[in-house]
């Protein structure tokens, strides 16, 4: 008799119990434990009171569609519209092939729509409509996801879609020449998230390519080579983005003929590439690092070269390896678009600081319109690395 | 084939030194290979059996001497070095198979990239070989998911797909746990008696008395002692090889 009770697992305490064993077990932790309660119970309760009763959310609702598009003109909307669903319609079908990765974007691109859709806002701000899309998007993004689940695409046709459609977006945002369908947008109206967006993801696709290459010149056993790939990286990793930004923005036209006037957008996103892919080349070699001698001589011995091992033995696997790290990079670059206001580049933060100025009734306010910033910001942020968390965790053996 | 061509040494191996900065791991190994040979390379651990065979396909440099594979001297030549690695199939005590390809891409990898081939030939030659290995049902898994012995044997797949002349062994079987040995050890028996070639590093005596033709005992970097399973087992010379063979032997 007494053994059977010995095997059975401990039960597991009961609410009283556990409360007893935890927060009341000492007098001294009861009383620590109420007034926790107590101080609790008033910042819950006046941060809702806040929100809902004396908080003045005006400068965010009158204005929501300044913050996700800026300047954009009202009527060519429906550019970035058709963006967003091609964009919506690859992840839809990445997800479905890659899984990984991309079912984090996916998933956070889900989530980022479902929010967007039920964000308080005057009928002006953000139309109905555009609510309409938000809520629609999703449904996409699903609709693709299941479509490719049932009939594989091949990768090499998905990445082909990618890279014509992100050619595409980028014309139908800025237009073309003479076109009567697509007259050119100024490329100082762009502004809000859609900036923000356009320099971390710009920033990290386009440093990705970069780094790797630095990562493997670093590694070279040409002198000239590695050293360089070296003076590159250290010199860049040494310096604040925000000068890198400066110089851009300062130095560069200096140095170009006066005709060769390179717009504010493209100066702030070529130094946030310079800065990314410097990061991305150490995150890379880390990567390469860690891929075990044997791979190497393995590929010599059957006989590819140099660099075939190079591309399909040690890339391959030490990409596969950093990942995790690089998701992590385009969060923080994703947070670090915000220094690009310093030299006056319309992303989100310089959106709202802009929105504030506009209009003395909002004076006052500004503790909402920056508490709205930063909950976009996090709400991204927030989504990506839970969602890429969890797939790392179960990566199975077959995607390794 | 000629006889002509039996007769001339296919590895020639005259005088070979190497130096690890001021360690000297090789000090003067001189070893001549006839076509179809089966040579056992055993001694100590650090005398210098891994770098010598490894000095023969090129992944280690010899700093003097002469190696000629197949009438090609190892040069600082590139392109010798390839001619060559492409002749040579190597097997690694660690197997090395690429994790993120799967079995039939490992094997199929080099055919498709070196020779040229054409992606389904280079399959069905790679499904023959996983045949004769006898995992043709593994050839869509990925290398963490096979045991060690079918990876070791996937390896050795690999290394025969670019239909090699020489094959190199480096302890094929030391890292594999003792009920898979005899799986490895049974295809590279049926891969010697097939007339291939072969230089192995191994303790495995079972193996070398039934296939091999000549033996080396290797010791801090020179040959102590060579000959024929026979006189190896039967009446080394040396008090060393005597000491180490029993030393082995009686595990
Ligand atoms: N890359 C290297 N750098 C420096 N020393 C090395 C290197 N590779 C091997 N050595 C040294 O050279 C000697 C011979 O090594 P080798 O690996 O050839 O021995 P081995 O006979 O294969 O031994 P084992 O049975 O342990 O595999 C050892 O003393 C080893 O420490
Ligand atoms: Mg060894």
Not at chain 1, 126 to 133: A, C, G, K, N, Q
Not at chain 2, 135 to 155: D, H, W
Not at chain 2, 224 to 241: D, L
């Amino acid at each position: 008799m007494t053994t059977t009770e010995e095997i059975r697992p401990p039960e597991p305490p009961g609410p009283i119990t556990w409360i007893k064993q935890n927060l009341v077990n000492s007098w001294f932790n009861g009383i620590l434990t109420v007034i926790s309660l107590v101080v609790v119970y008033y910042v819950v309760v006046g941060s809702i009171r806040w929100a809902f009763v004396s908080a003045d959310w005006s400068p965010v609702t009158e204005n929501l569609l300044l913050y996700l598009i800026g300047q954009y003109p009202r009527g060519e909307v429906w550019r970035i519209g058709l963006s967003l669903t091609m964009v919506s319609i690859l992840f839809g079908f990445s997800w479905g092939l890659w899984r990984g990765i991309m079912q984090a974007f996916s998933l956070t691109l889900i989530v980022s729509f479902l929010v967007l859709a039920v964000l308080p806002a005057t009928p002006t701000a953000f139309p109905l409509s555009m609510r309409l899309f938000a809520l629609a998007n999703p449904g996409l993004i699903l609709i693709s996801y299941l479509i490719s689940r049932r009939w594989k695409i091949p990768a090499r046709v998905m990445i082909s879609a990618w890279l014509i459609s992100l050619t595409a977006s980028i014309i139908l945002l800025r237009g073309l020449g003479r076109s009567e369908l697509i007259p050119p947008v100024e490329v100082n109206l762009w502004g809000g998230l859609v900036v923000t967006f356009l320099l971390a993801v710009g920033g990290i696709t386009i440093s990705f390519p970069i780094g790797v290459l630095l990562a493997l010149g670093r590694r070279s056993s040409l002198p000239v080579v590695s050293i360089f790939s070296t003076f590159f990286i250290e010199t860049i990793r040494g310096v604040p983005l925000i000068t890198i930004l400066f110089m851009g923005s300062l130095i560069v036209p200096l140095f170009l003929p006066s005709e060769m006037r390179v717009d504010r957008l493209i100066r702030a996103l070529v130094g946030m590439i310079i800065f990314s892919a410097a990061y991305m080349a150490e995150n890379v070699r880390g990567g390469l690092q860690a891929i075990p001698e044997g791979q190497v001589e393995a590929a010599q011995a059957i006989g590819l070269s140099k660099f075939h091992t190079t591309l399909l033995i040690v890339l391959p696997q030490a990409l596969r390896l950093v990942i995790p790290t690089i998701v992590g990079q385009f969060i923080s670059l994703f947070k670090d678009t915000t220094l690009a206001s310093g030299v006056a580049v319309l992303e989100l933060l310089q959106i709202a600081r802009s929105i504030l100025q506009s209009n003395p009734e909002y004076l006052g306010q500004q503790f909402e319109v920056y508490l709205f910033v930063a909950a976009i910001f996090w709400i991204f942020s927030y989504s990506m690395s839970t969602t890429s968390r969890k797939i790392e965790v179960s990566l199975g053996v077959g995607e390794r | 084939m000629s006889t002509n061509e039996n007769d001339q040494p296919i590895i020639i191996c005259r005088d070979v030194h190497k130096w690890f900065g001021d360690f000297q791991a090789l000090r003067g190994i001189s070893m001549e290979v006839r076509k179809g040979e089966v040579i056992v390379i055993f001694g100590p651990s650090g005398s210098g059996k891994s770098t010598f065979i490894r000095t023969i396909n090129r992944l280690e440099e010899h700093q003097r001497g002469t190696i000629i594979v197949d009438g090609i001297e190892l040069t600082h030549d590139v392109r010798n070095i390839a001619a060559i690695r492409s002749e040579i199939g190597m097997v690694f005590q660690q197997f090395n198979l690429f994790p993120h390809l799967t079995v039939l891409q490992n094997i199929t990898m080099a055919p498709i990239w070196v020779r040229k081939w054409p992606k389904e030939k280079a399959e069905d030659i790679a499904m023959q070989l996983l045949e004769r290995v006898g995992i043709p049902e593994q050839a869509n898994k990925f290398p963490g998911q096979l045991s060690g012995g079918q990876q070791q044997r996937v390896a050795i797949a690999r290394a025969l797909a670019m239909q090699p002349k020489i094959m190199l062994f480096d302890e094929p079987t030391s890292a594999l746990d003792p009920e898979m040995i005899k799986e490895v050890l049974d295809v590279m028996i049926e891969l010697a008696e097939s007339g291939m070639t072969m230089l192995v590093v191994t303790h495995e005596m079972g193996f070398a008395k039934a296939v091999a033709d000549r033996m080396y005992f290797f010791d801090e970097g020179l040959v102590v002692e060579s000959g024929t399973p026979e006189e190896i087992f039967e009446h080394p010379k040396e008090e060393r090889t005597k000491l180490f063979l029993s030393q082995i032997l009686t595990h």
